[in-house]
């Protein structure tokens, strides 16, 4: 996670606490160190936001503050709700726990009866749930996306073909059974789709593309009308 969207975090997680939240607590949500959590504190300190307390005891943000408001209608409301609730439908466990958080940050800021609406679960969205793919993590995918890193991928194809990648993720789409990475494939030098489902193995290399994502993308969309999309 970022540091300017682990900061908006933080300010959240203290704004919705009932109690003196500790960084240990605010770390373990984060899924950073203890040490960041210290830093991230000191820094939005510095920079007047009202927290009060002290390591090992707890943080606690005065009332008053307040981040700037979206503005949103009720149907805009109830459209990301609802949109939040077909991520339930997706295999990425890290997007469906931040929905759910999203869910609370919308139910804590609305005012009653609306509120009522998000945690009476009155919106749903119905059908079959995408498993999980068992050997990648697509937070991972996700990450690497909007940092420009590289992965390395043990991939099994259609055929049960065997080989060894390393791709550049440019984009990440969702269907009802798996999820597919659209990646420029350095093996095969050209843009190909991995099914999630398929890969056995994946970590990230210490590479970056910086600055080709975008031109990645529109070679991709390109393939759209030429019909040259392939598959792993």
Excluded at 25 to 43: H, K, M, N, P, W
Excluded at 63 to 87: K, N, Q, R, Y
Aim: proline share 5%; aromatic share 6%; hydrophobic share 45%.
């Amino acid at each position: 996670m970022r540091k300017a969207s682990r900061l908006f975090e933080i300010i959240q997680i203290l704004r919705l606490a009932r109690r003196p939240v500790t960084g240990a607590e605010i770390a373990g949500q984060l899924e950073v160190t203890v040490r960041s959590i210290y830093r991230d504190i000191a820094a939005l300190q510095a920079m007047r936001v009202p927290i009060e307390g002290e390591r090992g005891i707890g943080y606690i943000l005065r009332p008053g503050f307040t981040l700037p408001p979206l503005m949103l209608s009720i149907e805009e409301t109830e459209a990301i709700v609802l949109s939040l609730a077909l991520l339930e439908r997706t295999g990425d466990t890290g997007l469906k726990q931040a929905a759910k958080q999203v869910n609370r940050k919308i139910a804590a800021a609305v005012p009653e009866p609306l509120a009522r609406i998000f945690s009476d679960n009155a919106l749903h969205a119905w059908g079959t749930a995408a498993p999980a793919p068992e050997a990648i993590d697509l937070a991972l995918v996700r990450r690497s996306i909007r940092d420009e890193q590289k992965l390395a991928l043990d991939y099994r194809d259609e055929l049960g073909r065997a080989t060894e990648r390393t791709i550049r993720p440019i984009a990440l789409i969702y269907y009802s059974a798996t999820a597919n990475i659209v990646a420029w494939c350095e093996l095969r030098q050209a843009i190909r789709n991995f099914r999630a489902d398929r890969v056995e193995h994946c970590e990230p290399v210490e590479e970056f593309f910086s600055g080709e994502g975008e031109k990645l993308r529109q070679l991709w969309v390109e393939g759209w009308q030429t019909g040259s999309g392939a598959a792993g």
